[in-house]
């Protein structure tokens, strides 16, 4: 008799709805009639309400903490990230519903199928508590993302995909090597076993291979750095946020750095705990290396998705900045930075999707120049995204800036916060630009306008998330606390 | 309500600007500007309530507010007031209205232009009040934006890039502040839970090894010595303000520059009182730069609106001047001295404004013999230029009177240095208004107007108080001192402050002057 593991399904509930609605989406594409987007976007949506319903079913979950033979965890961390993931993939689909209706040449009904695979993977890889089960996870979603980048099949789009592709197969490359360097280390890839000893319990008993181990954790860190666009494995980042359409752009540069961080934490916080003290340099050298490379790099950059490519590589570094803090402190502290981040990104680039136009070809900062005079509404939000990303009160992007170095400065790295703060000056300097551009500009001759209703409504709904929890962001701190992973 | 007086302060003109806002679309110009006055006015009333209630003889905080504002961080919304931020916080709520008031001919985005104005009031009032180091630092930083704003969008033609300036500057300097707050406040949680209550975080700050408050002291410095400006870091000022529209001057000058010596005193002095004694020669010595520099550059000058720019220079180097030398005169000198430097340049750069406005020209070159057809504009400018040049019998002179009298009772060198600026400050300001006034007038200013109605009601309150405080500056000072005492007892700790002689204050004060 074979032993098997007790079936307990509903910690992975959501995953199988996102699942099983992809493949009700892409079942209806190859028997449409008609390319319409209106079906797709209820068929999406119908897949991440009752997704988001059973992943709050979770929140006061008692049964085990590790489920599916401890390959799942099941824990409210898990359940926040699921929460921000599928509210990206919801603006995301309605993004892409209007980018779709605004110009139907370029329509692809995939896009559906493609955003619920991904967002699977990415609720999957903060949950799971096995290596290879993140590796699945990673795969699903970096393959979804690949096609998702190349949909419109615009030159510019391919070759942003093939890119992507190319880089990111060696970097999952790197992250299967080390999860198989964990398995020499440990024999184990669980992250914490119940059953059998896990990633954490061999190395805090000093019974796995030091040498292997640390091997693991530079492959791993490798692997999640090219996930988060962290310097220097930021490469791919400036040309697949310029050259994807943007509604895949807002969804992936909010989902994929939250889905990334999240298994990050959980891999390092909790499996490579007992080597607190061999990675938290490596991540301190990254953050660092990010924090310097964005913020300096987007000073030059003219394309606003190019700029704010460069401003997702600094904000990875000041994630990373609360990281090094390697306690629950610091990990609460990019919780909220997550979270804010993904608020702004979603919703600046339902700006920048806007103001691009059809085709996507007013994306320069040329673009911007007198926005308030044409349209002050979109101005208006741009500006408060644009504050919250410099970290300005009364925004959320400030108070996220303050708990990550805070809870740097609290761990004794007060040199890192002073990189930190000295970038943010520098960074100031190119989201004000913006804002000069917007404000104090004529504008252009021939600039074509887009009057979307929805992404308006979607960008505004963000924009007072953004300032309701710059002012009070105990709301959210509330949430977040309870939720933080525990340490081993 | 009386216990709220400080929040009402605060969030009086944030209501205005939200209501400005939501009903900015259905408002007239007109209207937008009647209820921005009527907001500043409102306010300026309930800070009135504020002195009411104010207790002189107290010497720490009063009317402390304290809620609980984000618990996870201890984050604390705290907010009292002392003789020192009383004075300001007046400062501010009188110059809003008067600002507002003298935007009157704003033109375009007027709804806009006064929502900035709004919000800016109340991070300037919270800048005074908050005894919560973040919440100052949020309220500093807020301060930045609707300026930023002003400048940039109302501004002359250079505006864009003197805004970039003024944005970067300050954002640059309050960089280390943060880290230096956040520093303390990680500190302070050992034991017990961290905060960010600045009564709290003076013991700590006090516990610290010596080498870490003098960088501590550092941090806190930059920031301030931005905002101030001090030399050699000044460099945004003249851009910041020769470009802003009228009001943004008259806001830069009268109030912004004050956090920065507010901040000096207030967290600084307080918090690092060694590090002080330490750095005060160094300080004192880029302040008196600074007072001559500046005033070497207002003489040279050739555009009106620069030259009352270098002037601040060098009248906050006094501030400075005499906020470091730590005797009670001298700081008493520099607290008054914001006040009436708010006053003063504030009324020079609301009359530029106004001959701006006349002549179109900000060039000394182009004026000339102005004082023939505008006589009251003139006379009201001559006013205010000797206010500014420290005449005896308005505001300026007891406040310089008292800064170069305590500091030579610490240095000659820097006392003697500090009244030749005096001079220069009587050159420079009467040779400029010579030049405006007197000689050949042009042509084609032959038929310009004299004061409106609105603009005598803009600089009347103005002129009315530099000569009251001039004639009777015990109004200030009986509040101001203790406060200023308390500050200087914690950096001279082994002598109160009737041993560092404070004897001549109330001889000014009560108009026997020595």
């Not at chain 2, 232009?113 to 109340?122: C, G, K, N, R």
């Not at chain 2, 709290?200 to 400006?229: C, E, N, S, Y």
Request: aromatic content about 12%; charged content about 10%; hydrophobic content about 55%.
């Amino acid at each position: 008799m074979i032993p098997t593991p007790a079936l307990e399904f509903r910690p992975i509930l959501p995953e199988i709805l996102l699942c099983t609605f992809a493949i009700v989406g892409m079942l209806y594409e190859a028997f449409a009639r008609r390319p319409d987007p209106v079906p797709h976007l209820a068929i999406a949506i119908v897949g991440i309400g009752p997704a988001a319903v059973t992943a709050y079913a979770l929140w006061d979950w008692s049964g085990p903490s590790y489920v599916l033979g401890d390959t799942v965890a099941v824990d409210r961390f898990s359940v926040v990230s699921r929460f921000v993931l599928l509210g990206a993939a919801f603006v995301g689909c309605l993004y892409y519903t209007h980018y779709a209706s605004r110009d139907p040449g370029s329509f692809r009904g995939e896009f559906y199928p493609l955003t619920l695979f991904a967002t699977a993977g990415m609720t999957l890889i903060t949950a799971a508590n096995d290596l290879i089960v993140i590796f699945l996870a990673l795969e699903l979603l970096s393959l979804s993302l690949y096609v998702l980048t190349g949909i419109t099949g615009r030159r510019r789009a391919s070759e942003a995909a093939m890119k992507y592709f190319l880089l990111g197969a060696f970097s999952s490359a790197f992250f299967l090597y080390g999860v198989a360097m964990a398995y020499g280390a440990a024999t184990s890839t669980k992250i914490v076993g119940v059953a059998a000893p896990g990633i954490v319990q061999a190395l805090a008993g000093q019974t796995g291979s030091q040498a292997l181990a640390l091997l693991a954790m530079a492959l791993l860190v490798v692997g999640f750095a090219f996930k988060v666009s962290a310097a220097p494995f930021h490469m791919w980042t400036p040309d697949v946020y310029q050259g994807a359409p943007t509604p895949v752009v807002a969804f992936m540069g909010a989902a994929t750095k939250v889905a990334a961080f999240f298994a990050l934490i959980r891999v390092f916080d909790v499996g490579l705990q007992p080597l607190t003290w061999d990675w938290t340099p490596v991540i301190y050298g990254l953050a660092v290396v990010s924090i310097v490379v964005g913020s300096v790099v987007a000073i030059a950059q003219r394309d606003v998705k190019r700029l704010l490519a460069y401003s997702s590589i600094a904000h990875a570094g000041f994630i990373l900045t609360g990281l090094t803090a390697a306690n629950s402190t610091g990990i609460g502290a990019a919780m909220f930075y997550l979270v804010a981040y993904a608020v702004v990104t979603l919703g600046a680039f339902g700006i920048v999707m806007l103001v691009s136009a059809r085709g996507e070809e007013q994306t320069s900062l040329d673009a911007y120049a007198g926005l308030a005079r044409r349209s002050p509404g979109l101005a208006a939000l741009m500006t408060v995204f644009l504050l919250s990303l410099g970290g300005i009160p009364p925004t959320a992007g400030f108070i996220a800036k303050v708990t990550v170095f805070s809870a740097a400065i609290g761990a004794g790295n007060w040199p890192l916060a002073v990189v930190g703060v000295v970038a943010s000056v520098v960074a100031a300097y190119f989201y004000v630009r913006v804002i000069v551009y917007m404000y104090m500009r004529e504008p252009a001759e021939g600039i074509e306008s887009d009057d979307g209703v929805m992404p308006r409504i979607a960008a505004g709904v963000l924009a007072a998330g953004i300032v309701v929890l710059g002012i009070f962001p105990g709301i959210l701190t509330g949430i977040l606390e309870p939720a933080s992973i525990v340490r081993w | 309500m009386r216990q709220h007086l400080l929040t009402l302060t605060i969030l009086f003109p944030l209501v205005g600007a939200v209501v400005l806002a939501a009903t900015g679309r259905i408002l007239s110009d007109r209207d937008a500007r009647i209820l921005a006055l009527i907001t500043t006015l409102a306010t300026f009333a309930v800070s009135l309530l504020i002195l009411r209630d104010f207790d002189t003889g107290f010497r720490g905080y009063q009317q402390v507010e304290a809620v609980s504002w984000v618990r996870s961080l201890g984050l604390q919304y705290l907010v009292g007031v002392d003789g020192i931020s009383l004075w300001l916080v007046l400062l501010t709520t009188f110059l809003f209205p008067v600002s507002i008031l003298a935007s009157w001919k704003v033109e375009s985005n007027v709804v806009r232009y006064m929502i900035a104005m709004l919000v800016l009031e109340t991070a300037v009032v919270g800048s005074f009040l908050a005894l919560d180091l973040l919440l100052f630092f949020l309220f500093f930083e807020a301060i930045l934006v609707p300026m930023y704003l002003i400048i940039g969008g109302w501004g002359s033609a250079n505006r864009v890039y003197a805004a970039i300036k003024f944005f970067l500057f300050t954002m640059a300097g309050s960089a280390f502040l943060l880290v230096a707050i956040l520093f303390l406040y990680a500190r302070s949680g050992q034991p017990g839970p961290p905060t960010f209550d600045l009564r709290l975080l003076t013991p700590v700050a006090a516990g610290l090894p010596v080498q870490t408050a003098r960088w501590l002291f550092l941090a806190f410095f930059v920031a301030f010595a931005v905002k101030v400006p001090l030399f050699p870091l000044h460099t945004w000022l003249p851009d910041a303000h020769t470009e802003a529209p009228t009001a943004g001057s008259v806001l830069l000058a009268g109030v912004l520059l004050k956090v920065g010596t507010y901040g000096l005193l207030r967290f600084n002095l307080s918090m690092f009182p060694q590090a002080s004694t330490y750095f005060a020669a160094f300080v004192s010595i880029l302040a008196v730069i600074g007072i001559i520099y500046g005033a070497l550059c207002a003489l040279i000058q050739t555009d009106l609106k620069r030259l009352v720019a270098y002037s601040s220079v060098s009248h906050l180097g006094f501030v400075v001047l005499g906020i470091f030398a730590f005797t009670q005169q001298a700081v008493t000198g520099g607290v008054l001295q914001m006040v009436n430097h708010g006053l003063a340049t504030g009324a020079l750069f609301l009359l530029v404004g106004m001959v701006y406005e006349r002549t179109h020209t900000r060039e000394l070159a182009d004026m000339g013999g102005l004082a023939s057809v505008m006589p009251v504009l003139l006379g009201a400018f001559l006013f205010v230029v000797f206010a500014s040049a420290g005449l005896p019998g308005l505001s300026s002179f007891v406040g310089e009177f008292l800064v170069i009298a305590g500091t030579f009772a610490v240095s000659h060198l820097f006392g003697a240095l500090s009244a030749i600026a005096v001079v220069l400050a009587a050159i420079y300001l009467l040779w400029s208004y010579q030049r405006v006034a007197y000689g050949p007038l042009r042509e084609e200013h032959r038929h310009l107007p004299d004061l409106s109605g609105r603009e005598v009601a803009v600089l009347a309150p103005v002129l009315a108080l530099l000569l009251v405080f001039g004639v009777y500056p015990k109004l200030l000072t009986r509040s101001i001192d203790p406060a200023t005492c308390a500050a200087i007892e914690r950096v001279r700790s082994s002598q109160t402050c009737a041993d560092i002689g404070s004897a001549a204050v109330p001889a000014v004060a009560e108009g026997r002057q020595p």
